[in-house]
């Protein structure tokens, strides 16, 4: 029952975006799943898919395109659970294209959960240069931010969740943070429970706006939820609700022991896409609320 789920980020995509937001959906999906396919490993499988985005300069906010802070500096943020309780993540890391990579480092190097700045940049065996992860659209969105002089902003995440046939979960969850965040400014991405969240029967991503991720500890709600008698859908559109009731907005992926997965939203866009048995569907969808399948 190898099933992988992708997500490229909710909100709205410029419509002159959209095709190269399709095209690295369909690159980080096939990475994904062949490695799932080959090797039945579900970590390496997110790992694959997410690096895949991080590394797209044309798409997706995460690695190189993450979205700078106010002073014009990115700052990427990264997690990776399994289904054995394993978690690790790195946040404020400024000097790599792969944070993802970074996370399993921490997950399954250290004693630790969360490693930020420089103790996370010390993991990175190939350091860049900061500039090297500012991209030309980034900046543009740099300087169209200062010129408007607000603080409304901008949202957008990578994430994967993946299963093996012999029924293990992972998932991981990527991103620049928000345009023009304040510098040192953590989201919901690196922190378990909230952005990012696996055990033995869900696997979750979220993305959207991440201080509603956190006040709502969102992703592991969700499995909580269903833990507890709700279904998939009954969680997911509560979920959605919380994230409303904590000022924000945004959407998750999903993908259950058992074979359910999908996606949902509350946003004007998800960037999504899935891979299973006879199932393949990469888009940047425009239809808001709760999708499910089966496996």
């Known amino acids: ?33 062949a490695e799932l396919t080959a090797t039945g490993d579900p970590v390496k499988a997110v790992l694959a898919a997410v690096s895949a985005m991080e590394l797209n300069d044309k798409a997706f906010n995460a690695g190189v395109g993450g979205a700078p802070t106010r002073e014009g500096r990115v700052e990427l943020d990264a997690c ?33 959960v969360i490693l930020a700045a420089e103790g996370a940049e010390r993991l990175e065996e190939d350091p ?6 500012l991209t030309e659209r980034m900046k543009e969105e740099l300087a169209a931010w200062r010129q408007r002089d607000t603080d409304q902003p901008g949202r957008g995440t990578v994430g994967a969740l993946a299963l093996s046939d012999d029924g293990r979960l992972a998932a991981a969850t990527s991103t620049g943070g928000i345009l ?49 008698g709700a279904s998939p859908e009954e969680a997911l559109r509560t979920g959605l609700d919380d994230l409303v009731k904590a000022r924000g907005d945004g959407g998750f992926i999903y993908l259950g022991a058992d074979g359910t997965f999908g996606f949902a939203y509350n946003t004007p866009m998800l960037a999504v896409g899935y891979r299973a048995r006879g199932k393949s569907f990469q888009d940047v969808q425009r239809e808001p609320g709760v999708h499910l399948f089966r496996g």
């Open 1 to 33: 029952m190898a099933i992988l789920v992708i997500h490229g980020g909710a909100g709205t995509v410029p419509e002159k975006y959209l095709d190269a937001y399709r095209a690295g959906l369909d690159q980080a999906a096939q990475a994904g799943y």
């Open 180 to 228: 023009a965040q304040y510098p040192g400014r953590l989201g919901d991405t690196p922190v378990p429970g909230a952005g990012t969240w696996c055990d033995e029967r869900h696997a979750l991503s979220g993305t959207g706006i991440g201080e509603a991720f956190l006040r709502s500890v969102a992703c592991r709600s969700v499995a909580l939820r269903i833990d507890l």
């Open 128 to 133: 860049v240069p900061n500039e090297a992860l």
């Open 80 to 112: 990776v659970m399994a289904s054995d309780g394993s978690a690790g993540a790195v946040a404020a890391v400024t000097n790599s294209h792969n944070p993802v990579r970074l996370a399993e480092k921490v997950r399954t190097s250290t004693p630790h």
